[in-house]
Nanobody
Framework: QVQLVESGGGSVQAGGSLRLSCVVS????????MGWYRQAPGKERELVAS???????NYGAAVRGRATVSKDDTKKTIDLEMSNLQREDTGVYFC???????????WGQGIQVTVSS
C-alpha cells in the first residue's frame, strides 16, 4: 500500500519561503504523475505543482513563477519549494501520486501552511 507523508509546513510571513517534502513508501516510485495540491478554507482542492513521467513539470496558475517541484528517486521524496508567499497561499497542502492513467492514486494526510502579513 502506497503511503505519502508530508512535512515542512507551518506559519510563514508574507514574502517568505517554504519547502515541503513528501516521503513515499510502499511503492517502486514509478508514477505517471506526482506532486502537490492545496485546499484553502471554503475552496476546492487545486493543483500547485506536479511532475509528469518523463520529467515535465506542470504548475498551477496561482503559483507559476514562485514554485518549484522536484523529486529524488533515491530518497523517494517529492519536494515543493515556494517563494514570495502571500496570504492566498494559506491552506492545507497535500502530496499526491498516481501510478497510471485512470487510477485515482494516493494522497498524503495534508499539512497546514499559514501565511501571515
Amino acid at each position: 500500500q502506497v503511503q505519502l507523508v508530508e512535512s515542512g509546513g507551518g506559519s510563514v510571513q508574507a514574502g517568505g519561503s517554504l519547502r515541503l517534502s513528501c516521503v513515499v513508501s510502499g511503492s517502486d516510485f514509478s508514477f505517471i504523475t506526482m506532486g502537490w495540491y492545496r485546499q484553502a478554507p471554503g475552496k476546492e482542492r487545486e493543483l500547485v505543482a506536479s511532475i509528469i513521467r518523463g520529467g515535465a513539470r506542470n504548475y498551477g496558475a496561482a503559483v507559476r513563477g514562485r514554485a518549484t517541484v522536484s523529486k529524488d528517486d533515491t530518497k523517494k521524496t517529492i519536494d515543493l519549494e515556494m517563494s514570495n508567499l502571500q496570504r492566498e497561499d494559506t491552506g492545507v497542502y497535500f502530496c499526491h501520486a498516481r501510478p497510471n492513467l485512470g487510477v485515482a492514486g494516493s494522497w498524503g494526510q495534508g499539512i497546514q501552511v499559514t501565511v501571515s502579513s
